[in-house]
C-alpha cells in the first residue's frame, strides 16, 4: 500500500512539474511572432510587395492589434480547447486537420523505428553485457559505434539505392495508406524504418551493456552467484531488471528524437508526414502552422518524458523519494 501511494505522489508530482512546463512552451511557441522583423503582418503578407488589405487581413486574422498579452490568451483559450487557428495561406484549411491528418504518417514512422531499435539494441546489449571483453562483446561494440557514426540520412540513400534502385526489392518513395494495402504500406516503411532504427539500436545497445556490466559487477550478484543461484536466474531476476531501469530514459529520449528528427527521412521518401507539412509553412512563412507543428511537437516529446519517467519511478523506487 505503500508503495502504490509513494508511486501515486511521484506521479502527482510530475503533472505538477509537466503543467507549467507546457505552459512555458506554449508561450515560447507563441512568442515565435516576436522573432519576424518589423511588422509582422507586412512580412507574413508578403513583405514590400503585399497590399494594405493583404496586410490589414493578417492583422486581423492574427490579431496582431491587440495587446501581446491579450493575443497570448486569446491563442491559448484557442489551444485548450483544439483550435490552433487557420493556415495564413489556405483559408479554411485548419492547422488542427492538417496535423491530424499528417502527424499519424510521422507517428508510424517513429514507432516503427523505436521498436526496431529496441528489438536490435536490448538483445544486442544484454548479449555482450553478459560476456563482456569477449568476441560478441567487441562485435556488438564495434557494430554500434558505427551505428551512432552513420547518420540517418546517409544510411537511408544507401538502403534506397541497394534494395529499391539495384535490387528493386522494396519500393523507393511514396506512402500507401493502411486502409488501402496493409502489404503496401509495411513495404513502404520498411526501408525508413531500418533508417531510423540502426542508429538508436546502437545507442540503446551500448546504454544496455554497460549498465548489465555495471550491475553484474555488484557485490549483491556476486553474493547471489556464491549462493548457488544459476548464472541465468542471476541475471534474469535480478541484474536485468536494474540494468534495463536506466535504458528507458535512453529509450524515452530516443523516441522523442524519432519524433522530431523524421524529417529528412519524410523528405527522402516522399512521405506526407509532419516535416513536410512544416518545411512547406516555412517556405510560406505560414506562421499558425509553424506554431502549431512546435506546440504538437514539444508537447508530445515532453508527455514521453512523463511517461518514461513514471516507468522509471516503478522500475527503480528510490527514484519515487528524489
Avoid: C
Avoid at 553478459?130 to 544510411?155: K, M, Q
Amino acid at each position: 500500500m505503500g508503495s502504490g501511494g509513494s508511486l501515486l505522489s511521484f506521479v502527482v508530482r510530475r503533472l505538477l512539474i509537466t503543467i507549467p512546463l507546457l505552459l512555458l512552451i506554449s508561450f515560447g511557441v507563441f512568442s515565435l511572432v516576436l522573432i519576424l522583423p518589423g511588422n509582422p503582418a507586412l512580412t507574413l503578407a508578403g513583405g514590400i510587395h503585399s497590399t494594405p488589405h493583404e496586410v490589414a487581413v493578417i492583422t486581423r486574422q492574427l490579431h496582431l492589434n491587440e495587446p501581446f498579452w491579450r493575443q497570448y490568451l486569446r491563442w491559448l483559450n484557442g489551444v485548450i480547447h483544439g483550435n490552433l487557428g487557420d493556415s495564413l495561406f489556405n483559408p479554411g484549411v485548419s492547422v488542427a486537420s492538417g496535423i491530424a491528418t499528417r502527424f499519424p504518417v510521422t507517428l508510424t514512422l517513429a514507432v516503427g523505428g523505436m521498436l526496431l531499435s529496441m528489438l536490435i539494441g536490448i538483445p544486442a546489449g544484454i548479449v555482450a553485457g553478459v560476456r563482456s571483453g569477449s568476441a560478441r562483446d567487441r562485435l556488438v561494440t564495434v557494430g554500434s559505434s558505427l551505428g551512432v557514426a552513420i547518420p540517418d540520412f546517409w544510411l537511408a540513400l544507401l538502403l534506397v539505392i541497394w534494395f529499391a534502385v539495384d535490387a528493386h526489392i522494396l519500393p523507393a518513395l511514396g506512402y500507401v495508406e493502411w486502409s488501402a494495402s496493409p502489404w503496401g504500406w509495411f513495404q513502404h516503411l520498411i526501408l525508413p524504418w531500418v533508417a531510423l532504427g540502426l542508429g538508436g539500436s546502437a545507442t540503446i545497445a551500448r546504454q544496455v551493456r554497460g549498465a548489465l556490466i555495471d550491475t553484474l559487477d555488484q557485490d549483491y550478484m556476486r553474493t547471489a552467484v556464491a549462493k548457488g543461484l544459476s548464472t541465468r536466474a542471476v541475471i534474469g531476476k535480478h541484474a536485468l531488471k536494474n540494468a534495463l531501469s536506466p535504458a528507458v530514459t535512453v529509450i524515452g529520449i530516443q523516441f522523442g528524437y524519432l519524433l522530431g528528427g523524421t524529417l529528412i527521412i519524410e523528405q527522402i521518401f516522399s512521405f506526407p508526414g509532419i516535416g513536410q507539412y512544416i518545411l512547406n509553412a516555412i517556405a510560406e512563412k505560414d506562421l499558425p502552422v509553424i506554431q502549431g507543428v512546435v506546440l504538437v511537437t514539444a508537447t508530445a516529446f515532453v508527455l514521453i518524458n512523463l511517461i518514461v519517467d513514471i516507468i522509471y519511478g516503478y522500475l527503480n523506487p528510490k527514484i519515487r523519494l528524489a
